[in-house]
């Protein structure tokens, strides 16, 4: 199985993100024309918190058997910020989207996950967790353009969305020639932990 643990977003989050994507192609396709942009499908957009990747049906029910407990996390409210590019120098690869507000809550929850992540031996991300959602991956290199589009992402509007985050979920990647599609396991809840509430 191919998991992966991430924040769901709303309607009008995705409505947003859909204006986002339109207005950056607008801008970055005159800049560096014949760019290969696959844009991730409306319904997979989604906040990760934890990439798994492939393990066994094994690993999997240990994974879902420390999750599903609730998060000692209140929920938080979350706001876009506005679009960039990984990495932060040389050819563009991947656009996303930051957190305006959540961002530090959403790292903490991050924490949390991680640690019941290595009671059962998943070993730990090697790299520092960055919230951020991913509207879209160049398909192949875009040549010397990569500062232009840095430039051009700033353009973009960003509406001022806020959602309610009140869980996360674990959710199954299944790989086909038409792209992914995503299946919700378990949800895990934020909590108070002072009043057991979200």
């Not at 977003?9 to 290969?36: F, H, M, Q, T, W």
């Amino acid at each position: 199985m191919r998991l992966f643990i991430a924040v769901d977003l709303d309607d009008a989050v995705r409505e947003a993100c859909r204006r986002i994507s339109r207005g950056i192609d607008k801008r970055i396709r005159p800049i560096a024309s014949g760019c290969d942009l696959k844009w991730v499908a409306p319904e997979n957009l989604h906040i990760t918190v934890r990439f798994i990747g492939h393990v066994s049906d094994e690993i999997a029910a240990g994974i879902t058997g420390v999750f599903v407990a609730p998060i000692p996390q209140p929920g938080f409210e979350a706001a876009l910020d506005r679009p960039s590019v990984f990495p932060p120098a040389g050819a563009p690869r991947v656009i996303w989207v930051g957190l305006a507000e959540g961002s530090e809550q959403l790292r903490l929850v991050h924490d949390e996950v991680e640690r019941r992540l290595q009671t059962i031996a998943v070993p730990a991300e090697d790299r520092a967790f960055t919230a951020h959602l991913t509207l879209a991956r160049f398909r192949a290199p875009v040549g010397g353009a990569g500062a232009a589009i840095r430039r051009a992402l700033g353009d973009v509007p960003v509406a001022a969305i806020r959602w309610p985050v009140r869980r996360v979920t674990l959710y199954e990647s299944r790989l086909s020639p038409k792209g992914p599609t995503y299946r919700p396991l378990v949800y895990a809840p934020l909590v108070s932990a002072h009043t057991g509430r979200g």
